[in-house]
Nanobody, 126 residues
Framework: QVQLVESGGGLVQAGGSLRLSCAAS????????MGWFRQAPGKEREFVAA????????YYADSVKGRFTISRDNAKNTVYLQMNSLKPEDTAVYYC???????????????????WGQGTQVAVSS
């Protein structure tokens, strides 16, 4: 079993930055690929970024590529999402998730992820 707790959300002006953290617990957590998803009001939850267990492979949604960076520190049991040049359309609840399939694979598909955090709210004002 893996428990995930997100933090770091808040209100920021357009063009600003935030750094989200996802603290993980569980004996095998650092063998899992990790992802960030987001859900805006009235919309489906969508993929944002993912990282392999070693951190060597990453993948981003086109909408955030070049602005967001996903990283992980397995020694600290934490995954990060650095968000720069934020836009009002980035406003959403952000969730981290763990994928316990093959460690080297990373997925953009919500159903591939087995464990989810409770989410942290990000609001970007124009």
């Amino acid at each position: 079993q893996v428990q995930l707790v997100e933090s770091g959300g808040g209100l920021v002006q357009a063009g600003g930055s935030l750094r989200l953290s996802c603290a993980a617990s569980g004996r095998t957590w650092n063998s899992y690929s990790m992802g960030w998803f987001r859900q805006a009001p009235g919309k489906e939850r969508e993929f944002v970024a993912a990282i392999s267990w070693s951190g060597s492979n990453t993948y981003y949604a086109d909408s955030v590529k070049g602005r967001f960076t996903i990283s992980r520190d397995n020694a600290k049991n934490t995954v990060y999402l650095q968000m720069n040049s934020l836009k009002p359309e980035d406003t959403a609840v952000y969730y981290c998730a763990a994928d316990r399939r093959v460690p080297g694979l990373i997925s953009t598909t919500r159903s591939d992820y087995d464990y989810w955090g409770q989410g942290t709210q990000v609001a970007v004002s124009s």
